[in-house]
């Protein structure tokens, strides 16, 4: 394997567990801590400011190193008739969908927080980040079978 393919794997895969395991972590501590009204708006609009952050240069990363990759290690024909290639786009639907749900979800505890409703954050972007979080977590279990030795 190339120097090359070997940096865009590891950058993939950094930025890949960085978005997953920001949007779990938004998930599972920060949408209880906006549901009880213990955080104050600014703390909440800040977290939600990096969370799009880091999804939308992921998103972006992910694209170019993923395109990389499955231009060197697939062909059309490989990608849409194996097991792997149906893994591999499995894998791209799945981060549409992460993209997807991070912005509604964000984008819908923003203007709840514009009204300075703070609980009512959680009740309309809650389950948008909790789908999010599920997303995230069935393409670490993806990427964990791509991994796998054939």
Known sequence: ???IDTAVQAVHLVF???WTGSVV???YAVLPTVASGDAGVGVIESLL???KLVSRASALVLLATGGHMAGTLY???SLTGSPTGHAVLGMVALWFLLAALVEIGASRMGDALDD???RTAAERGGTFMQGAAVVAVLLL???GYLAMPL
């Open 49 to 51: 400011a990096k969370l």
């Open 75 to 77: 062909t059309p024909e």
């Open 1 to 3: 394997m190339a120097l």
């Open 141 to 143: 279990v993806d990427a």
């Open 16 to 18: 890949a567990g960085v």
């Open 25 to 27: 972590f938004v998930a």
């Open 116 to 118: 300075g409703k703070v």
